[in-house]
């Protein structure tokens, strides 16, 4: 996946909790072998070899001028927490489209309106997919006493 830079540089770090950011700089202190304060790309070398990856020199290069704010060719703690809140932001955005493209397809509209029939819903994740869990109650929790799913209570179903 690549990065925009320009969308990199408006992310707000803010939105990764507390114990995100601490892994964060876990994660980042257990890079930096030689405690620069930055991730270099020998180090960033070694950590994906670890993981079994054997990326090019051009390669390497080219992931960290990708996320390199400061032009340092480096990759400081603020432009990883950076590039973690991207990614959370990244998938949050996708994780909704495609909630709301189960939501269009069961039955609900595009503007998020209307609803999904609750046997429908259980149907489907029942047969399509044979999962075997307790929709019924799960519902039932979410919007007792109806038989029609509303946006957001479709979206805290597959979100819990």
Same mark, same amino acid.
């Given at each position: 996946? #690549?990065? /925009? !830079?320009? %969308?990199?540089?408006?992310? &707000? ?18 890079? *930096?072998? /030689?405690v #620069?304060?930055? @991730?270099?790309? *020998? ?7 670890? !993981? ?5 020199e051009?390669?390497l290069?080219? !992931? ?10 480096? @990759? ?8 973690i809140?991207?990614?959370? !932001? $990244?998938?949050?955005?996708? %994780?909704e489209?495609? +909630?709301?493209?189960?939501? $269009? ?5 595009? *503007? ?9 819903? +259980? &149907?489907? @994740?029942?047969?399509?997919? /044979?999962?075997? +869990? =307790? ?11 109806? /038989?029609?799913?509303?946006?957001? =209570?479709f979206? &805290?179903?597959l979100? &819990?």
């Amino acid at each position: 996946m #690549s990065i /925009n !830079m320009e %969308d990199l540089k408006k992310v &707000n770090v803010d939105t990764l909790t507390a114990k995100e950011k601490q892994k964060c700089y876990e994660a980042f202190v257990a890079f *930096d072998k /030689n405690v #620069s304060g930055y @991730i270099e790309k *020998d180090e960033l070398r070694a950590v994906l070899e670890e !993981m079994g990856q054997k990326p090019s020199e051009e390669e390497l290069i080219k !992931m960290i001028n990708e996320v390199d704010l400061s032009g340092r060719g480096a @990759i400081s703690k603020e432009d990883f927490l950076k590039i973690i809140a991207y990614h959370k !932001m $990244i998938l949050q955005t996708s %994780d909704e489209e495609d +909630i709301k493209l189960a939501f $269009i397809a069961l039955g609900g509209n595009e *503007d998020k309106t209307g609803s999904v029939d609750r046997q429908k819903l +259980i &149907n489907v @994740i029942q047969n399509e997919f /044979n999962l075997s +869990i =307790d929709l019924n109650r799960l519902i039932k929790e979410l919007s007792p006493n109806q /038989n029609e799913l509303k946006y957001e =209570d479709f979206r &805290n179903l597959l979100q &819990n």
